[in-house]
């Protein structure tokens, strides 16, 4: 049952179904290279049987709904428990759509006292089919939440461009003075990555203090990176959109 | 010639970008509308698997994406100059019923894809290896002409 509307703005809704508890982690898991964040967030709901409570509802959207067992649902959902709150899209978000979501969404985070916003996600590299060990790497919105990220030996992406829903995350929150996170696990740009989405939850552990069990998911490894084809596909096409290639430049920093 | 009208005419490096964007509108739509098609054939039991062309200096990388390959049974052929074709047979049989899709029937037991090369290779030097389940197809690229520089 639907408890209540949150008016986040004029064009994005959140409708929540549960009551929300408050001073949560709030985690990000969105379409992007790899489909890392979605298929670690599917596996992080699956495992902790994480139940939806809140819903993206917007006019900007595209009108598309998923169906679960004949029954509608928006393709942006809020999944929790006591201890988290998970956010993901069942659909490739269109670049001009990144902004006023991800807003939407981190302003009704911290109306929920969210203690700190994590995103998971990958980054690109050319020879991925040949690394054995796979690295994560963090960048974050503020001093103290780097270093945090540092003392628990992540290494951090120093210098760079990021692009996309993460990008707007470490933003936003910067500019509000929320402490948020980017895990990003190194990944195939092109091709769902299993692999980097166990990678990734190994190192949310440390930051939630909620560890899962991973080797289911290394094991559906290939059943997994069939099912997400489609997924990919449509993600690729967005990607392009938003010049993510950019990730791979080498900056020219202005001091 | 008054200058109102002077204004209105536009410059002949105006109508060339205006072309170039309508060329790469147009392009864009046509590469979407290409993509819009179902990942799968139910007619000839097959899934089109997921694919990239990357064109190096020297050389044009295809990868496909291949989960539940069967090594020994993938195949590459080329089709005339510009074109490769990729088969191979999976380890099981998929069907809509594994994605849970009840509104669909079929079964798929193997991959096929055509890919196009955009630039000039030698087809009869490819290289080919398959790691991770990721098919990597390697060709060298035919550099037809080159310009001196003096």
């Not at chain 1, 942006?76 to 001009?96: D, Y």
């Not at chain 1, 692009?163 to 948020?180: D, E, I, K, R, S």
């Not at chain 2, 062309?53 to 069967?70: G, R």
Request: hydrophobic letters at 40%; aromatic letters at 8%.
């Amino acid at each position: 049952m639907e408890r209540m509307k949150i008016l986040n703005n004029e064009e994005i809704k959140i409708i929540e179904r549960k009551e929300i508890p408050k001073g949560t982690v709030m985690l990000f898991g969105f379409p992007d290279v790899g489909l890392v964040g979605v298929i670690a967030a599917s596996h992080l709901i699956s495992e902790l049987g994480l139940e939806e409570v809140a819903y993206v509802d917007s006019k900007l959207l595209p009108p598309i709904i998923v169906l679960h067992e004949g029954l509608p649902h928006s393709p942006i959902r809020i999944f929790g428990n006591h201890n988290i709150l998970l956010a993901v899209s069942e659909t490739a978000l269109q670049g001009e759509l990144i902004y006023p979501i991800m807003h939407a969404l981190i302003d009704w985070g911290k109306s929920k006292e969210v203690k700190m916003m994590i995103s998971i996600s990958g980054i690109p590299v050319q020879d991925r089919q040949d690394l054995e060990e796979l690295k994560v790497f963090a960048a974050a919105s503020d001093q103290n939440t780097l270093k945090m990220a540092e003392d628990k030996g992540v290494e951090i992406l120093r210098e760079g461009y990021m692009v996309g829903p993460q990008a707007v995350m470490l933003q936003y929150c910067a500019t509000l003075g929320l402490p948020a996170i980017t895990l990003l696990a190194q990944c195939f740009f092109q091709y769902p990555d299993p692999e980097a989405a166990a990678k990734v939850l190994e190192q949310l552990a440390n930051f939630t203090g909620v560890k899962v069990d991973v080797s289911k998911l290394l094991e559906k490894g290939e059943e997994i990176r069939l099912k997400a084809r489609d997924m990919m596909k449509r993600t690729q096409q967005e990607l392009a959109r938003m010049r993510k290639t950019q990730e791979y430049d080498i900056p020219l920093y202005i001091t | 010639m008054s200058e109102e009208s002077f204004k209105r005419r536009r410059s002949i490096f105006d109508l060339i970008d205006e072309y170039f964007e309508s060329l790469e509108a147009w392009a864009e739509r046509v590469t979407e509308s290409l993509l819009e098609r179902p990942s799968w054939n139910c007619r000839t039991c097959t899934i089109e698997p997921l694919r990239d062309v990357m064109v190096t200096s020297d050389e044009v990388i295809v990868t496909v994406d291949l989960p539940y390959a069967e090594q020994n049974t993938i195949q590459v052929k080329p089709v005339g100059k510009d074109m490769i074709e990729v088969s191979a047979k999976m380890r099981r049989k998929v069907s809509f019923d594994d994605f849970g899709i009840t509104h669909h029937r079929g079964e798929f037991q193997r991959f096929h894809c055509r890919t196009k090369i955009p630039v000039p290779v030698y087809m009869d030097r490819m290289e080919i290896r398959f790691k991770r389940g990721i098919l990597e197809i390697r060709l060298p690229r035919k550099h037809e002409y080159e310009i001196p520089i003096e």
